[in-house]
């Protein structure tokens, strides 16, 4: 029996049992394996930070499980078959985490990810994950959105202390006003603001499509102010520092939030909470799908999920036919 294994200029090297010591010559094999492995999943890593891929820790700590488990099965990636993909997928719904099917799939994704990355290096022969399919899931609810006067006391009690701080208190309240991503937010110049209509140009990655927003009054003005101080005439939020704006404004938001007494919220959560509230206005699900630049209205109909779940809330709260206990 052959015992194949691929080094870094990818041509395999061959052991034969019979040639290998049960212990010595076994434990060599062991660590000769380990310690490719290592190499194999630190290039990876640089794979995947060349291509900007977020969380590639998590990418490393997901591909590392399978491995370890698989190892523990007396298995090697490159002769995977599909009953042991489908033995780990059930290990990863049936094991004591608990874990949702959001993150199984995610878990999956980043396996699967990893086998495309073996194949185009020749470390490995085929994907066997390339035909599996993820876990179905249900619709997932927005998380952390805050009131109207949470929001309000977030913005108006919003700690300046640094030019940094004001920046991210600008794209705060740019974030609120009109519903943006971060990463649009950031991709935003002096040129797409029209102050004279209120207006905003905003660039879509997802779609690769722009449309156009409107700002109120409170953002304009701080917009305004905050340009000046800054003399900003390119990007409205250039990137200097080492740490991303998406960190810092997180890292201020729960510091903030931590300190107003307030649900922890991340820069996503204002696109959340702004769709929720003016849906709670009154406003048409049409409207706010072209608000927020959704171009499928299923998107947009989880906010509504939201907005049922506070009538029915309230029914159970007030309606005089209500259980009470006691």
Sequence with gaps: MWVIWFTKRHTPLKFKDEQIPSETGGRKLGEKRKIIM???????????KLKDIRSVDNFIASVTEYLNYLSENHQNYESVTDKICDEYKTFLVTQD????????????????????????????????????TNLKTGKILPKS?????????LLNHFAVVTKN????????????????????????????????????KVYEHKTDTARKTYLNEVCLRNLKSYIKIFKITGYLFPQKQKTTIRCMLNRKLKWECKRLDLKLITSHSFRHSVAT??????????????????????????????????????????????????
Excluded at 187 to 197: A, G, M, N, P, R
């Design 165 to 200: 701080d004001l920046m991210l208190k600008t794209l705060s309240e740019l974030l609120y006003a009109a519903a943006l991503r971060i990463s649009e937010a950031v991709s935003l110049k002096v040129s797409d603001i029209d102050f004279e209509t209120g207006t905003l």
């Design 277 to 326: 509230h003016i849906l709670r206005s009154g406003a048409g699900i049409r409207e706010v799908q072209e608000f927020l630049g959704h171009k499928n209205i299923r998107n947009t109909e989880i906010y509504t999920h939201v907005v049922k779940d506070d009538l029915k809330n309230i029914i159970a709260k007030h309606h005089p036919r209500e259980a009470r206990n006691g």
């Design 97 to 132: 985490k608990d874990l949702s099917r959001g993150t199984i799939n995610n878990k999956l994704n980043r396996i699967k990810a990893f086998y495309s990355f073996l194949v185009n290096k020749n470390y490995c022969y085929s994907n066997p994950f390339y035909t599996k």
């Design 38 to 48: 290592s190499k194999i999943l630190n290039e990876f890593k640089t794979y995947l």
């Design 145 to 153: 959105i805050l009131t109207v006067s949470d929001i309000g006391k």
